[in-house]
C-alpha cells in the first residue's frame, strides 16, 4: 500500500493511501478529525486530490458535526459510578424485557468502539458500557432497540414500525439524536 500525507488548504493534514482492493475513490473523516482519501490501483494522485476539492464541502459538514458531537460530549456527566449505572441499566433492561414480552438470552456490557449495542441471532445482547454517559431516553432507546432485534433480526420498516410502539413514535428521531454522541467516552 503506498501512501502519501499532504496538506490542504482548510483542511489541513490528508493521507492518500493507493489499496488494491478499493474500486472507487472515498473519503473517511475520523472522530480525531484525520482525513483519509483511498484510492483504487489503477487511479492518480492528481484525480484523488481533484475529488478530494470537490468533496470539500461535505468534509466540512462532517468535520462541524464532530464539533458538535464534542459539545454534546462535553455537558455530559462523565463522573458517574459505572458499576451503579450499569446495575441500573440491566435493572431497566429486565423490566423492558418482562413489560414488552421481548426476552434476551444474555445480556453484557462491553467497552465497544463502533456499537451502542448488538444483538446476535441467539438473543445474546451486547451493550455498549459508554450508554451509561447518555441522557436517559437514549439508554433506553438503545435496550429497547436491541429488544426489538430479538424479534426481527434487521432494520427494516417492519423493525422500525416496531420500535416506535415502545418509543411513542420517536425511533427515528432518537436515533437520529444518538449521532451527536460519540461512542467513546472511557478508555
Known sequence: ??????????????????????????ITVYPDKTIK??????????????????????????????DQQIKSQNQLDLNIDLEKAQKNLFHRLEYFSQKYKMFYRSAKFRCQKTKWGSCSGKNNLNLNINIAFLPEELQDYILLHELVHTKIKNHGHIFWAELDKYTNGKAKELAKKLRNYNLKFIA
Open 37 to 66: 482519501v483511498t484510492i483504487p490501483r489503477n487511479s492518480s494522485l492528481n484525480k484523488a486530490k481533484q475529488f478530494l476539492i470537490s468533496k470539500t464541502y461535505w468534509i466540512q459538514k462532517q468535520l462541524d458535526k464532530i
Open 1 to 26: 500500500m503506498l501512501t502519501t500525507t499532504l496538506t490542504i488548504a482548510n483542511l489541513g493534514t490528508v493521507t492518500f493511501t493507493v489499496s488494491s482492493k478499493a474500486k472507487y475513490q472515498r
